[in-house]
């Protein structure tokens, strides 16, 4: 994995989890979604992705859990796809990779084009800007600085 690579992966982690839960978690790889620093809800075993429908508000809930809120239909794809033993924090960057490789936004992260990486990637990550998802999104200064603070470079 490459630089730009890894901090695009902890922009996701800073985006979908967040600085503090990530401080009280795992690095974010054992967090469920719902999760706040000050009640996590973490789960204790990578063998498997934890499987647990948590209800958001009335009109959402959400399978999503790990360091990228990964949904557990999704993981149940990419661990065939891609041979992955388990729900561990490699699986988990794995299919991370996958799905920005699918949106054909590896380039544009290795050629310093953050935003345009961010907008590509908005269909999977619900806190990104330009998700379609009734979820909170983050400013897209916010999470371009994320990137250039775990030592990502900008075009």
């Not at 967090?31 to 948590?54: C, E, K, M, N």
Request: hydrophobic content about 45%; overall charge negative; glycine content about 6%.
């Amino acid at each position: 994995m490459t630089p730009n690579q890894q901090a695009f992966l902890d922009l996701i982690a800073h985006s979908e989890i967040g600085a503090p839960l990530l401080a009280v978690s795992d690095n974010g790889f054992d967090v469920i979604v719902g999760s706040t620093a000050s009640h996590p809800h973490l789960f204790t075993s990578y063998a498997d992705h934890p499987r647990q429908l948590i209800s958001l508000n009335a009109n959402l809930k959400s399978t999503a859990a790990g360091r990228f809120q990964i949904l557990a239909h999704i993981f149940d794809y990419y661990k065939a796809f891609l041979n992955l033993p388990d729900f561990s924090p490699e699986s988990q960057s794995a299919i991370a990779l996958q799905l920005i490789k699918e949106r054909k936004a590896l380039a544009d992260i290795e050629a310093g084009n953050i935003e345009l990486a961010i907008k590509k990637c908005s269909n999977i990550w619900a806190s990104f800007p330009g998700s379609l998802y009734q979820q909170h999104t983050n400013k897209i200064d916010d999470l371009v600085a994320a990137y250039v603070q775990a030592g990502g470079t900008i075009a």
